[in-house]
């Protein structure tokens, strides 16, 4: 039995497919994590990679065998897994977020721990609402929306088309960037929101009895209450993440179509022929 024959267009098509998958595997929440070996990484992208590369539909003759046309398809297919890779993370990174908010508002600012994620200093506070999201968004099938999407993106940006013109994209992420503050916002509310009643009304005892020392009795009233309604709060986590989940699976969608040339009725308006 003599050698399998690797086409050269096959093989240059299954090396922009692997790059593709190794920027969203290198970049994507959980699976990304610096927590994870490389070797592990590198086994995760490959066996992606394998899978996808016999469904991947191209046009073999189409595909460039100069150095610089491949590189610039290369340039192209780390791009849109890089995208993809910031639309599942904004999920994760709201929990950073809104862990600020409530680290300013306990006061626990000061209170730092080395994120291993990032190797930066952050409240403490903010490092255990990353765990509990990151625990939910596990729970919640997230790693599978990232692998998902990246398998659906092959079925309408095939190797070789990629499409940046418009700013339809730009606006997409933006728009994930303000869902981003917007659920910060609704983690964080519960807790600002009593804090808020209790820095009041500590202020109104402090005018009636200025003998009082409001300010040490206050910070550990803040710090209890913080953490009890933070507690208290977590039970309408899920849903939050479940909603930040499901919007991140439907930005990953437009985006797709934002990036590729195909329509279901051929090129997009304003696409120039033989593209």
């Known amino acids: 039995m003599g050698a399998p024959v690797i086409n050269a267009a096959e093989f240059a098509g299954f090396v922009l497919v692997l790059l593709r998958v190794s920027m969203l595997v290198a970049l994507a929440p959980v699976i990304g994590s610096p927590n994870i070996v490389t070797e592990a990484k590198v086994a995760i992208a490959l066996t992606l990679a394998f899978v996808l590369a016999p469904q991947v539909s191209y046009e073999a003759f189409m595909m460039p065998m100069g150095l610089f046309g491949f590189l610039f398809l290369a340039i192209g297919e780390l791009l849109m897994g890089a995208v993809m890779a910031f639309m599942t993370r904004v999920v994760l990174e ?44 596990i729970v919640a099938d997230g790693h599978m929306v990232v692998v998902k999407a990246v398998a659906d993106s ?42 808020f009643c209790c820095k009041v009304s500590f202020g109104i005892v402090s005018k ?29 986590w899920p849903r939050l993440v479940g909603q930040g989940l499901y919007e991140a699976q439907e930005a990953l969608k437009r985006v797709t179509e934002y990036l590729s040339p195909l329509t279901a009725e051929g090129l997009k308006p304003g696409v120039p022929e033989g593209y």
Do not use: C, H
């Open 154 to 195: 092959f079925q309408l940006a095939p190797p070789g088309y990629l499409y940046l013109w418009g700013p339809e994209l730009f606006t997409e992420i933006m728009r994930s960037v303000g869902r981003m503050y917007i659920l910060a916002v609704k983690i964080a509310a519960p807790v600002v929101a009593l804090l």
């Open 94 to 137: 709201t929990a950073n977020l809104a862990g600020e908010y409530l680290s300013f508002q306990m006061g626990m600012t000061m209170v730092n721990l080395m994120d291993p994620q990032t190797g930066a200093q952050v409240p403490v506070v903010s490092r255990l609402v990353y765990i509990v999201f990151t625990l939910l968004f």
């Open 208 to 236: 009636a009895v200025p003998q009082m020392q409001v300010l040490f009795v206050g910070m550990p009233l803040y710090i209890l209450v913080g953490l009890a309604v933070l507690g208290f709060s977590m039970d309408f």
